[in-house]
C-alpha cells in the first residue's frame, strides 16, 4: 500500500486517510489493493455517473468507479491474474449531502473541496 500521502494532497472532503494504520474501521490486511485517484477525475466520474448511469453518488463513490473500472480495464487487458471476470464495488455515499455544495458544478466552484 502506498503510505506516501502528503498532508492536504487530497482536495475533496471525505476523502483519504494520511495513516491507514490508524484508520478506525480500516483492515490494512485485509487489503488486495489500494488505488489513488485524482480529485478532478472523482468531481468528473461523479458527474458522468449522474448524467450517463443515472447514479446520484457522492465523491467517495465517484472514487469508487473510477479504481473499480481501472480493476476492470485490467482484467480484460490480461493484467490482472484473478478466478473470475467480475468485479464489484460499493457506492458508499449519495449526492444528497453535496447538493447545497454544487456538486455537479464546475470543480473549481465546488464547495466540497476541503
Known amino acids: 500500500m502506498n503510505r506516501e500521502r502528503e498532508e492536504a494532497a487530497y482536495e475533496i ?3 483519504g486517510t494520511h495513516d491507514p494504520d490508524v484508520a478506525e474501521l480500516l483492515e490494512p490486511e485485509a487489503l488486495d489493493d489500494l488505488r489513488t485517484v485524482g480529485d478532478r477525475a472523482v468531481h468528473a466520474e461523479v458527474k458522468r455517473l449522474a448524467a450517463e ?5 457522492g465523491s467517495s463513490s465517484g472514487a469508487a468507479s473510477i479504481a473499480a473500472r481501472e480493476v476492470a ?9 484473478v478466478p473470475a471476470r ?3 464495488t460499493v457506492f458508499p455515499d449519495g449526492s ?5 455544495k454544487n ?3 464546475s470543480f473549481d466552484a465546488w464547495e466540497g473541496k476541503a
Request: no cysteine; aromatic share 8%; charged share 30%.
Open 13 to 15: 472532503e471525505g476523502i
Open 53 to 57: 448511469e443515472r447514479h446520484l453518488v
Open 73 to 81: 480495464e485490467e482484467i480484460v487487458a490480461g493484467e490482472l491474474d
Open 86 to 88: 467480475t468485479v464489484v
Open 96 to 100: 444528497e449531502r453535496y447538493l447545497s
Open 103 to 105: 456538486i455537479y458544478g
